[in-house]
Antibody, heavy 116, light 110 residues
Framework: QVQLVESGGTLVRPGESLTLSCAAS????????MSWIRQAPGEGLQWISH????????FYADSVVGRFTTSRDNAKNSLYLQMSSLRIEDTAVYYC?????????WGRGTMVAVSS | QSVLTQPPSVSATPGQRVIISCSGS????????VNWYQQLPGTAPKILIH???RRPSGVPGRFSGSKSGTSASLAISGLQSEDEADYYC???????????FGTGTEVTAL
């Protein structure tokens, strides 16, 4: 079945880097734009980034531009989020989702905690 | 930060109609499709409505969306206990060049 599975979330200290992965299955990954969305504990949803089908174009929220990089490997059916200079306010569950505006498939999320 | 405003909570008895508003601006709701998501406790969001009023297969017909100017609404006709969840609207924002989500609304069945 159509599925997205995130991994890589963990506890890190402020200023450190971390890379999240999202494994896609059950659909032709290269035919879809993909996005990252996060949700801080007890808070609402925040769009972070999206990437086009080829990986040539990426878009970022102002809060992460210059610190986060989204990429994809269509041969591996995988999406990535490289995060650097992490801040306490980056603490959240990170979801990957299929689409660039209407997100019709979501993963279960992976938790990133930034704390000293 | 959220640029789409929703009421923090709404409640109704089972069987009643519930309407959740989503207030935006000309750069988002006023000029782009609106989508709605349901997030059950402890789970990932699920798309309920896309392109203003289109339901993906499997979404019950009691959910419907509408838009007027820079505001959109999600209606639940005949609230059921399993509809207790958080609901979020979203839209593309031409000024921010990205997706914006609503502040979220918690729906409670009394």
């Amino acid at each position: 079945q159509v599925q997205l599975v995130e991994s890589g979330g963990t506890l890190v200290r402020p200023g450190e880097s971390l890379t999240l992965s999202c494994a896609a299955s059950g659909f032709k990954f290269s035919d879809f734009e993909m996005s990252w969305i996060r949700q801080a504990p007890g808070e609402g949803l925040q769009w972070i980034s999206h990437i086009d089908m080829s990986g040539d174009s990426t878009f970022y929220a102002d809060s992460v531009v210059g610190r986060f990089t989204t990429s994809r490997d269509n041969a591996k059916n995988s999406l990535y989020l490289q995060m650097s200079s992490l801040r306490i306010e980056d603490t959240a569950v990170y979801y990957c989702a299929r689409g660039d505006s209407a997100f019709d498939v979501w993963g279960r999320g992976t938790m990133v905690a930034v704390s000293s | 930060q959220s640029v789409l405003t929703q009421p923090p909570s709404v409640s109704a008895t089972p069987g009643q109609r519930v309407i959740i508003s989503c207030s935006g601006s000309t750069s988002n709701v006023g000029s782009n499709p609106v989508n709605w998501y349901q997030q059950l406790p402890g789970t990932a969001p699920k798309i309920l409505i896309h392109s203003y009023n289109r339901r993906p297969s499997g979404v019950p017909g009691r959910f419907s969306g509408s838009k007027s100017g820079t505001s959109a609404s999600l209606a639940i006709s005949g609230l059921q206990s399993e509809d207790e969840a958080d609901y979020y609207c979203s839209s593309w924002d031409n000024s921010l060049n990205g997706i914006v989500f609503g502040t979220g609304t918690e729906v409670t069945a009394l």
